[in-house]
């Protein structure tokens, strides 16, 4: 292969892999894009609507932080029985059953946000700690504004 058809190709794949990137929003992005949106509002908005935080330290200038978690969802996979074939360790190249059992697992997911606000109760920094799946479970964006950020993504492309 000629050194220009590798350059060539290596570039529609890049162009391609961006391409891919721009299609869709990362759980982190998403989130982050949600919670900004509670900037400059009051911080007992955020609580009524999403349920109280936790009163952490607060600075000289009257800055105050908080930390939020959401209520911990559990979810809890069923366990499994499989049989595979293993190589019999008596006789070589010959195989037997083996029954692999997985044991029923609960899993727990909780969101977990850091707020700061300003003297006067408002929200000027919300940073995601934890849980970036489980945070766009909370604060996810209606479909339509996803799409347009998706969209204005591949136009800038």
Known sequence: MQKTQIIKQVA??????????????????????????????KINDFFFVYGKGEFQAKSSQGIKAYFWKSPTRRVRTQGNSYIVKVADPIFPGQFRDKIITQATQDRFYQCKLRI????????KNLVNVTGS????RHFSLPIAERKAIINARKAAY
């Open 12 to 41: 529609m794949l890049s162009v391609a892999f961006v391409l891919a990137s721009c299609s869709t929003l990362s759980a982190r992005e998403e989130s982050n894009l949600a919670l900004a949106k509670w900037q400059g509002k």
């Open 116 to 123: 700061e606000t300003s003297s006067k109760g408002t929200i």
């Open 133 to 136: 799946n489980e945070c766009v």
